[in-house]
């Protein structure tokens, strides 16, 4: 069966920036896979190319077998865009901005409404269609926003970090959606820089960093291919930059990096070498606040395939 | 059929937006009921006068008529003529310079009346005679009594004056019928066209604000994604605009006709003048929405641009007055080509054939406007 979507080699720069640097991979049909990066990896500009928004410097993409360029309504039709930024008209209601999206798809008359019935239904906004969706919570937006691209049953649905900026709450309404879809059978390319969304959702994940795909495969085959270390978070307040640099030379560390409070120190042995850790934080004269240490996971996967913290 | 739906929510999401409303509703029609009343006198018709200046007979003439109709004095009988024609005063009465030394002399002076040929204008006709004869009469009357009864002047006068207080007064009582609530002698004429102008402009222009919105919220993007060419979309936004400066312009054209009575000429010629210079406006908000980044800059920058090019095509003074350098930096704008179709329609009976240059012009406007935002609207859009 031929994949949904082939990435093969794609580069783009802006300017004297690289901001993809030759990128590859591939989704099969009925697959979720994800793109996980910090801000500013590349994420969105890979993703603006495979949905033939923007030229590419080098590279091709295919969707279903067909070559997407700017140009080519065949293969976005193949796909559904819910792009990172809410684009949708607020002072229309739900019902009317699907209808506008949908007559773009050449979608008209009573089989577009059924259709727009349906996706309202599978995000769950049935009963509020005919508001303005400036009256919408954040999450009912974003909601509404994948909605939009699931209109014309694409056959890979492509979201852009759709949980950025929302409540707990809602970001779980938009996960338990794609699950959803997931579980239906729709291809999924989903971009995040949430670990945790990336392992929930995705079954093969591509580590993305400074435009460049550092590793890819199943979670467990991407934890396991840095052993079994653990990771410790240690949250403190001091100068936590120059702790993270002395904790990469203690015995037994792999690699540490520090983001907003917490060190994440990669080691091979939590249990064993905690103490040294923590005296580290005091030679340095920084307070610990908490310790919490977790199982190999894809941040652990991060951290040391580039020694920085998946964090925003 | 994509470009009409996108044409189509343009026009929604107009309506949408209460402000827009009255701008597009209310705002107009105002406008023109205004500027009618202003022009044409209120309610009251008026009378232009030349020649009056501090001549005793016609002082006494216009104080008569000042009764009942507003009178507005011009310098020259060539301004009072054309004030006529563009509808600002209903008759226009040109006083020799020497109007009582004639009379005096026993005399017939000759005095010139000018109005447009409907029926009010001999209505005024009819009530300028009167005011002559009452102010005029009694001295001609008692020239021909000094002359033939050789008596003084004077005496003659105070002999002429018993006689008349003899005469019982006469009343002429008028009456009008028919509902002429507002048809009263197409005051609102030339507010109505010129206010179109204006206002087809200005609500095409404003467009470009929306236009940059889509782009600001990510839409133009989306549409992008979808199989919605680029050309097709760019084809659709033009669409959209130009449905709402044309459907700005046939409102004003169809309230001013059934609630003002205005006379727009021939019909298909002000819907070609509508067409044309609806997508002037269009463009130029492609244009604008490509230029600007910003949706409150290119709105107020709209604005300013609308009324400016409006005040310099004659849509807010008539170009006839403007000094004849003022005239020809007036034929710059897209307003005085389309100002100037209307007149040619309305005050001139033309048809649509006598509008072709005007409607040419317009169009090569619209072109250049569109080819260059076009091209522009490409590069942003597709960035
Ligand atoms: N249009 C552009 N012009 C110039 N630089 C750009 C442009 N778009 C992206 N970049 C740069 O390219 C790099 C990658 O950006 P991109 O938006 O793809 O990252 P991302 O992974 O989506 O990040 P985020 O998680 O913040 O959305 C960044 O350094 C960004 O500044
Ligand atoms: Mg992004």
């Keep these: 069966m031929t994949n949904v979507l082939d990435v093969d080699g794609l580069k783009r720069s802006f300017d004297d920036l690289v901001a993809v640097g030759g990128v590859s991979f591939s989704i099969e049909p009925g697959e979720a896979y994800g793109l996980l990066g910090p801000n500013g990896a590349g994420k969105t500009t890979t993703i603006s190319m495979v949905a033939g928004l923007l030229e590419s410097d080098a590279g091709s993409v295919s969707v279903a077998g067909k070559l997407m360029t700017t140009k080519s309504s065949d293969a976005k039709r193949a796909i559904g865009l819910v792009p990172q930024d809410l684009a949708i008209y607020p002072d229309l209601t739900a019902a009317e901005n699907l209808k506008f999206f949908g007559s773009l798809y050449g979608m008209r008359g009573a089989s577009l409404n059924e259709r727009i019935m349906t996706v309202l239904e599978m995000v769950g906004l049935s009963d509020r269609a005919d508001d303005r969706s400036d009256e919408y919570s954040g999450g009912m937006k974003r909601r509404l926003n994948i909605a939009v691209g699931l209109l014309h049953e694409p056959q890979l649905l492509i979201l852009d970090e759709p949980t950025v900026g929302v409540d707990p709450q809602s970001r779980n309404a938009i996960l338990e959606s794609v699950e959803g879809l997931s579980s239906r059978g729709m291809s999924v390319l989903y971009t995040t820089h949430y670990m945790e969304e990336a392992e929930r959702l995705c079954d093969r994940v591509g580590i993305i960093d400074n435009g460049l795909l550092v590793a890819e495969g199943t979670r467990r085959s991407l934890v396991d291919s840095i052993g079994q270390d653990d990771t410790v978070h240690v949250t403190a307040t001091g100068n936590l930059h120059h702790v993270a640099e002395l904790l990469r030379a203690v015995e037994g560390v792999v690699t540490a990096a520090e983001a907003h409070g917490v060190v994440s120190v990669v080691v091979d042995r939590a249990a064993i070498r905690l103490p040294s850790i923590l005296a580290t934080f005091t030679e340095a004269g920084v307070s610990v606040v908490a310790v919490e240490v977790s199982e190999p996971n894809l941040e652990a996967v991060f951290l040391h395939l580039t020694g920085k913290a998946l964090r925003d | ?383």
């Design chain 2, 1 to 383: 059929m994509t470009a009409f739906a996108i044409a189509r929510t343009a026009l929604l999401r107009l309506f949408r937006d209460r402000s827009n409303l009255f701008f597009v509703f209310v705002f107009p029609i105002a406008l023109v009921l205004i500027i009618g009343a202003q022009f044409g006198g209120g309610f009251e018709p008026i009378i232009g006068v030349t020649g009056v200046d501090g001549d005793p007979l016609a002082g006494d003439v216009v104080d008569l008529l000042d009764a009942d109709y507003g009178i507005r004095e011009f310098d020259d009988s060539d301004a009072a003529v054309l004030a006529v024609e563009r509808g600002y005063v209903s008759a226009v009465m040109v006083f020799p310079d020497d109007l009582s030394a004639e009379a005096l002399a026993g005399r017939d002076p000759q005095i010139g009346f000018i109005t447009q040929p409907d029926s009010s204008g001999q209505a005024i006709r009819a009530a300028a005679e009167s005011a002559l004869n009452r102010a005029i009469g009694p001295t001609a009357a008692a020239v021909a009594v000094s002359q033939s009864q050789g008596v003084s002047l004077e005496q003659a006068e105070l002999l002429v004056e018993g006689a008349a207080s003899a005469i019982a007064d006469v009343d002429v009582e008028t009456r009008t019928t028919g509902d002429a609530l507002f048809a009263d002698l197409g005051q609102f004429d030339l507010g109505a066209s010129s206010q179109l102008v204006l206002f087809v402009f200005l609500t095409g222009l404003v467009g470009s604000a929306a236009l940059i919105q889509s782009r600001q919220l990510g839409v133009t993007r989306r549409m992008l994604s979808t199989t919605a060419s680029a050309r097709t979309v760019i084809f659709g936004e033009v669409l959209g605009r130009w449905g709402v400066a044309v459907f700005q312009g046939i409102y004003i054209l169809i309230v001013t006709l059934v609630a003002f009575r205005v006379d727009w000429g021939d019909p298909i010629g002000a819907l070609m003048i509508v067409l044309c210079f609806g997508l002037v406006g269009a463009s130029a908000a492609m244009l604008f929405g490509a230029v600007f980044k910003n949706d409150q800059q290119a709105g107020g920058i709209s604005v300013v641009a609308a009324l400016g090019l409006a005040a310099l095509g004659g849509s807010m003074v008539p170009v006839e007055i403007f000094s004849s350098s003022m005239q020809s930096i007036a034929r710059i704008t897209p307003h005085y080509w389309a100002n100037d179709a209307f007149a040619e329609l309305v005050r001139r009976d033309g048809s649509v054939v006598d509008i072709l240059p005007h409607l040419g012009v317009l169009a090569a406007y619209s072109i250049v406007l569109l080819t260059v935002a076009i091209w522009r609207l490409q590069k942003v859009i597709t960035r």
